[in-house]
């Protein structure tokens, strides 16, 4: 049995996450901790979130659970999830905040005018279900069909600086980056909690991932 900690930070979709991870991992043990303690103990990781950036790294500086996501993204199986992706850049236009900067980039909000392709102008935040395009073979994309549709809720996104880091993107008006993988780390701007058959198979290959 392994044990795959989910970080709670205040800020997150904490019980969808981890219902979804137990639903594809029965025989293992989840658990949502803000204890350092326990996630270095941990397995491998799962870095959730949702909101605000400001909020999320001020909490995350509160907690002190920032030396903890980083040691933890050195060195196991470490998934980031939406903003839980996000802070593993190193800086976000929402309110000009620095990231963790575990990863190269940027992450920059949607245009305020954009247009589909069939001329209809597109509502920011980005929200429903839109298919993703595998820009990458990897692991966790196993058994998912390239352009299966994930379920988005995000007004801003990740502009990598190294552009080998990209797994996966999306088209929403323009075409930008929804994942990226490096070494033991896997992040994604969907939700995959909340992405039915898809989203259990990326957690299922995750759970099995042996970076």
Request: aromatic letters at 10%; one cysteine or more.
């Amino acid at each position: 049995m392994q044990t795959i900690a989910v970080i709670d930070y205040g800020m997150g979709n904490l019980r969808s996450v981890s219902k979804a991870i137990e639903h594809v991992a029965p025989a293992d043990r989840v658990v949502v901790t803000h204890d350092p303690g326990v996630i270095a103990a941990a397995d491998r990781v799962v870095f959730p979130g949702q909101g605000a950036m400001p909020d999320c790294m001020r909490e995350m500086r509160a907690s002190g659970l920032s030396e903890a996501v980083l040691a933890a993204a050195a060195s196991k199986p470490f998934l980031g999830i939406c903003i839980g992706m996000q802070m593993l850049f190193a800086h976000s236009a929402e309110g000009d905040t620095p990231g963790l900067a575990i990863l190269p980039g940027e992450v920059v909000r949607f245009a305020a005018d954009m247009h589909g392709a069939d001329g209809a102008r597109l509502k920011v935040p980005h929200m429903g279900w839109n298919r993703v395009r595998q820009d990458m073979a990897h692991p966790l994309w196993r058994g998912i069909a390239d352009h299966s549709r994930f379920y988005f809720v995000h007004s801003y996104f990740p502009v990598p600086a190294d552009a080998q880091i990209g797994a996966g993107s999306c088209d929403y008006g323009i075409n930008f980056t929804c994942a990226v993988a490096r070494a033991n780390i896997f992040g994604v701007q969907f939700h995959p909690e909340k992405s039915h058959l898809a989203g259990l198979a990326l957690f299922s290959n995750f759970v099995a991932w042996n970076p």
